[in-house]
């Protein structure tokens, strides 16, 4: 168990739906990632959260947003579902600029189980 | 950008024997972070081993070591006395230490391992 909470396990909805996913990093975890895992696109980075604050932004669609709020879980809302929006999201967690530590320790992501989204 | 590759999309190996898996990465920085994840059916990423670029000693974790080469920008995996349960999706992982793609996980393609009884 990575101490990382993805819910749901799996959505299914449909074209043109808006879905919310949940993650709840592990204790004392400053920062939260989000991936997109397709088939054809493999492992994607979305966006990353730090402390609350949004810090970097991959390749999100303008449809999905996300937030962390002050508990440090996160939300990514994903808007105007299309067929190619179906996969697996992860969120992942990582200690990253808090006090103490190897450094390296400090910057592994450990990862949730993921949220198998089916638009239909 | 960074970009992570993985040349074989699928790895066989028989059970109590040892096998390689391959990456290589693109890189200008000269300190970053290198991972290696496990994907089993149950689709969980589990982190296998890492690396500190600025560390020339490779890496080890009981079974699973890596070749690490930095000048050649390669990071190998090596799975020794191979189980059944190390049957999965291994992703090899690049991970910056600064500038804007600091913190993000650039990921290869992925190399599925069968491990045969």
């Known amino acids: 168990d990575s101490g990382v909470t993805q819910t749901p396990k799996h959505l299914i909805t449909a074209t043109g739906q808006r879905v919310t996913l949940r993650c709840s990093p592990r204790?004392?975890?400053?920062?939260v990632y989000w991936y997109q895992q397709s088939l054809d696109q493999g492992l994607q980075f979305l966006i990353h959260y730090y402390n609350g604050e949004e810090r970097a932004k991959g390749n999100i669609l303008e449809r999905f947003s996300a937030q962390q709020f002050p508990d440090l879980h996160s939300e990514l809302n994903l808007s105007s579902l299309e067929l190619g929006d179906s996969a697996l999201y992860f969120c992942?967690?990582?200690?990253?600029?808090?006090?103490?530590?190897?450094?390296?320790?400090?910057?592994?992501?450990?990862f949730g189980a993921g949220t198998r989204l089916s638009v239909l | 950008a960074q970009t992570v590759t993985q040349s074989q999309p699928e790895m066989s190996v028989q059970e109590a024997e040892t096998v390689t898996l391959s990456c290589t990465y693109d890189?200008?920085?000269?300190?970053?972070?290198l991972f290696w994840y496990k994907q089993p059916p149950s689709r969980q990423m589990i982190l296998v081993i890492r690396q500190e670029a600025y560390k020339q000693q490779n890496a080890t974790e009981n079974r699973f070591s890596v070749n690490f080469q930095k000048a050649a920008k390669s990071f190998s995996l090596k799975i020794s006395d191979s189980q059944l349960g190390d049957a999965a999706m291994y992703f090899c992982?690049?991970?910056?230490?600064?500038?804007?793609?600091?913190?993000?996980?650039?990921f290869g393609q992925g190399t599925i391992l069968t491990v045969h009884p």
């Open positions: 204790s004392g975890d400053l920062s």
């Open positions: 992982a690049y991970r910056a230490i600064g500038g804007t793609s600091y913190g993000k996980l650039t």
């Open positions: 890189t200008s920085e000269s300190d970053y972070y």
């Open positions: 992942a967690s990582s200690p990253d600029g808090t006090s103490g530590g190897a450094r390296l320790a400090k910057n592994i992501q450990y």
